[in-house]
Structures are given as C-alpha cells and as structure tokens.
C-alpha cells in the first residue's frame, strides 16, 4: 500500500512491523489535518494514527489564529516530536520543513570589527569639522555649558531642581 502525500509527493519513513506501521519518533510522515482547535490541529497520518500539531509547532513565526495557517482536509508533512506512555502523539510541521525550505529570518548585516590591535576608545559625540581638543579646553566648555544650564534652570524658578522649596516673604 503506497501512500504519497499530494503536498509534497514524499512517503512515509515509518517502517512496516508485522503487518502494522510502527511510528517512531524523529519520523516525518504526510497526513491530513482532520480536526483544528484553538491550540492546534489533529492529523490522520498515513499510517492510519492520529496525532496532534500543536500551535507553536505550526510555523516558524508567531501563530496567533491557527486557521490562517491550516485548513481541514490539507496534506502536510509532519515530524513525529513524541509518543507518551497512553499513545498520544505529538507533532511538529515546522521541523518537517526541510532545512533548505526553512526560510531563514533576514539579518541585518553586522558592522566591520576593528582590527585586533586597535584600541577600544570612545569618541564622543564630536562633529568631524571640530578639531581634537586639549585638556584645557574641553574643561572651560564644560564648565561653559554646566553654568548656562544652572543659569536656566534658576530662571524657570523650577523647585525641583534649586535645592528646596521657594522660601515666601
């Protein structure tokens, strides 16, 4: 009996023991979706067991509604995860694919490193037309800078940030 899935053309790698399929795990066979829930889908394999996808084995990506991904009646190709002592099975779609089928998520291409023997250094925030700065004055500007904002926030009279709460007369 030669069963061959219409979605994609493969047979069973479950073996034939005594006149009966015997499923093992790590096999993919091809079955039909005969029941969606919620939480997942039940599968008729081809060798005549049921089992069970469930939603997080359904895709690569996110799955939030099941039946934008499957439909009863649909042939998929299934992995067999894991048989339980009471003969409940569990399946996987998404480990079934092919690793050449498997889409690979896009990854934006890392920066070049620096070279081994360069030092790790911070920069700053530096515009490229300032010219590298001396001790000297980089501490004049921060002293600059810290005394304008001071002057600013003592002008907004915010309470927050001038040591207390504003005496009154």
Request: with cysteine; hydrophobic share 30%.
């Amino acid at each position: 009996m030669g069963f061959r899935c219409p979605a994609t053309n493969c047979s069973s790698t479950a073996h034939c023991n005594s006149g009966g399929y015997v499923m093992e795990i790590g096999a993919i066979l091809c079955g039909k979706i005969s029941g969606i829930i919620d939480y997942g889908a039940f599968v008729d394999c081809e060798n005549g067991q049921r089992g069970m996808v469930h939603i997080s084995e359904v895709a690569n990506s996110y799955v939030e509604n099941i039946r934008e991904h499957l439909t009863m009646g649909q042939d998929v190709r299934v992995k067999v995860l894991n048989i339980t002592p009471e003969g409940k099975i569990s399946l996987s779609i998404k480990k079934a694919v092919e690793p050449t089928q498997a889409a690979a998520p896009a990854r934006s291409p890392r920066p070049p490193r620096k070279p081994a023997g360069s030092p790790n250094t911070w920069q700053g925030t530096r515009s490229k037309r300032e010219a590298p700065q001396n001790f000297e004055d980089m501490m004049s500007r921060f002293k600059q800078t810290s005394e304008e904002n001071i002057s600013t926030l003592r002008k907004s009279g915010d309470t927050r940030y001038s040591g207390g709460a504003k005496r009154r007369k």
